[in-house]
């Protein structure tokens, strides 16, 4: 089994996640001559392209003889794409380990899909990233087939530790619905959180760039504070909330609006797309 700086990677699909894991990867140093994308839009190409990466339209011409396979496509367009490399893989003696990234996807429809003529299935590893593996502050969970051996794990394990902080192996693959609803989908609704931040200083009359560059500080800052300090949420919270003052107003405004229930309805909401994209209604 190589190791991942010996491993040929083969990304299917050079989108906004691929890229974020492909970046990570090249700032940890993985050699950029080992990483093939294969991606039909020119404007994507072309980006990863100048990454100093190899890229091609053609599937098959980047997956044939990759050791590790990558399918970063949106999850409606997996089942082509993976039947397409599993006749691509027919002869050769030993099949790619697959990586697929695509939300809900289960590792039965991967494993069927990508069954090689000859009736060979490969192993796969379903993996949920998130787009901060582009700054090499990804969170990543995991699940494996059956047959993935320790030393196949360890290799996947190496390709998320280069670009997550946090790889958890989850022990049931429907949690990897959960782990979409949370920290897949989760940069996004801090995102929001500092849209929403920056929109009402600036209607309360900061000027934009500089309720923008608070916000951004203050969301990095209390990331920080998350990995880095010995006390959990509850109590960071509790530490800038005096009584009756300033926070205490805006979390009780927080709280009267629903705020628990909001986000337990959101990352529900996406749990529960996650499971649908795996199972589409016919
Ligand atoms: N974005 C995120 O934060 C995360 C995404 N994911 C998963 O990653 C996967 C990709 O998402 P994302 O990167 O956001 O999506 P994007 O649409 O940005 O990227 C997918 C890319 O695949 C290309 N593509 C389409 N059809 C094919 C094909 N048949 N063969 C090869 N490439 C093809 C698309 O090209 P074109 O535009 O021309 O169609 C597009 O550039 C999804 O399955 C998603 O669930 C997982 C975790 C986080
Ligand atoms: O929105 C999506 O479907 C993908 C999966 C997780 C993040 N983005």
């Not at 109590?235 to 009756?244: C, E």
Request: charged share 20%; proline share 5%.
């Amino acid at each position: 089994m190589p190791t991942l700086q010996e491993s040929k990677l083969a990304f299917i699909g050079g989108g906004n996640m691929a890229s974020a894991i492909i970046g990570g990867l090249l700032s940890k140093g993985v050699n950029k001559q080992h990483i093939r994308v294969a991606e039909p839009w020119d404007v994507n190409r072309n980006k990863l392209a100048a990454t100093g990466v190899q890229t091609t339209t053609d599937n098959v011409a980047a997956g044939s003889d990759a050791d590790i396979v990558i399918i970063a496509v949106k999850p409606q367009v997996t089942q082509g794409v993976c039947e397409e490399l599993g006749k691509a893989w027919a002869g050769r003696v030993t099949l790619p380990v697959v990586v697929s990234i695509a939300a809900g996807i289960t590792l039965n429809s991967l494993q069927t899909w990508s069954r090689t003529p000859d009736g060979r299935t490969p192993h796969v590893v379903r993996v949920m990233p998130n787009t901060p593996a582009l700054v090499g502050e990804g969170a990543s969970g995991a699940f494996p087939s059956a047959d993935v051996s320790a030393a196949e794990k360890e290799l996947v394990n190496a390709l998320l530790a280069s670009v997550s902080k946090a790889t958890e192996w989850v022990e049931k693959e429907d949690l990897l619905d959960v782990v979409t609803g949370l920290s897949g989908s989760g940069p996004a609704y801090f995102f929001a959180m500092v849209e929403h931040l920056v929109a009402s200083a600036t209607a309360l009359g900061l000027p934009q760039e500089q309720a923008t560059r608070l916000a951004t500080q203050t969301c990095l800052g209390a990331g920080k504070m998350l990995v880095e300090s010995s006390e959990d949420p509850g109590q960071l919270r509790k530490n800038v909330t005096s009584p009756n003052g300033t926070t205490y107003a805006a979390l009780q405004t927080f709280e009267a609006q629903g705020f628990k229930e909001i986000v337990d309805k959101a990352v529900t909401a996406a749990t529960t797309r996650a499971a649908e994209l795996g199972n589409p209604k016919p």
